[in-house]
């Protein structure tokens, strides 16, 4: 089984950054793409970016320029560093990750439990 844990979440003030993280740990033979989703209050979860275990990454054009993905493929983790946040980027940002557990195959979709950004003065 594998889990995703993120952390670094909370309030900060319009302008002001944040840098996620999220730990990948369990039964885990290989990790293809990781990335970010986000779910505000009443709405539908969005993509905010992906990077695959090559490093090439992407970007929702809402974040362009503003959020960096990174990850270390060592550690199993992902990073969302976050720059120049506005009101409209408060949301629950969840986690997710291709893995392979077994190296079959097959890779599963796998999600964190989310952690809470709000930007507000």
């Known amino acids: 089984q594998v889990q995703l844990v993120e952390s670094g979440g909370g309030l900060v003030q319009p302008g002001g950054s944040l840098r996620l993280s999220c730990a990948a740990s369990?039964?885990?033979?290989?990790?293809?793409?990781m990335g970010w989703y986000r779910q505000a209050p009443g709405k539908q979860r969005e993509y905010v970016a992906t990077?695959?275990?090559?490093?090439?990454?992407n970007y929702a054009d809402s974040v362009k320029g503003r959020f960096t993905i990174s990850r270390d493929n060592a550690k199993n983790t992902v990073y969302l560093q976050m720059n120049s946040l506005k009101p409209e980027d408060t949301a629950v940002y969840y986690c997710?990750?291709?893995?392979?557990?077994?190296?079959?195959?097959?890779?599963?979709?796998?999600w964190g439990q989310g952690t809470q950004v709000t930007v507000s003065s």
């Open positions: 369990g039964s885990i033979f290989s990790i293809n793409a």
């Open positions: 990077i695959t275990s090559g490093a090439v990454t």
């Open positions: 997710n990750a291709q893995v392979n557990p077994n190296g079959g195959m097959y890779y599963r979709s796998t």
